[in-house]
């Protein structure tokens, strides 16, 4: 089984930033793929905000470019997202979600969740 971790949202005014942190643990072989998603409060569907593939290469979001920064520590089977001049309408849960190698097929894990809350 494969658990993912995530830490550092919570309540902030507009203009100001945050750190996300997503860490792995469990049974796997490596990791493809790492990124962050959100759900807006209201909504049903999760919206890609970040990823970032095994060797670096990222995608984003066009609502988040220019101000948020995924990065990726293999070794600690982290992921991040910082965050900056957060803006309301970015208020979401964030999740954190990965596609680890377990043998040689690939599953897909998400965390639990972390509330980034920006008011105006």
């Known amino acids: 089984q494969v658990q993912l971790v995530e830490s550092g949202g919570g309540l902030v005014q507009a203009g100001g930033s945050l750190r996300l942190s997503c860490a792995a643990s469990g049974s796997f072989s490596s990791i493809n793929v790492m990124g962050w998603y959100r759900q807006a409060p209201g909504t049903t569907q999760r919206e890609l905000v970040a990823h970032i593939t095994s060797g670096g290469s990222t995608n984003y979001a066009d609502s988040v470019k220019g101000r948020f920064t995924i990065s990726r520590d293999n070794a600690k089977n982290a992921v991040y997202l910082e965050m900056n001049s957060l803006k309301p309408e970015d208020t979401a849960v964030y999740y954190c979600?990965?596609?680890?190698?377990?043998?040689?097929?690939?599953?897909?894990?998400w965390g639990q969740g972390t509330q980034v809350t920006v008011s105006s």
């Open positions: 979600k990965a596609l680890v190698i377990r043998v040689t097929l690939q599953y897909q894990y």
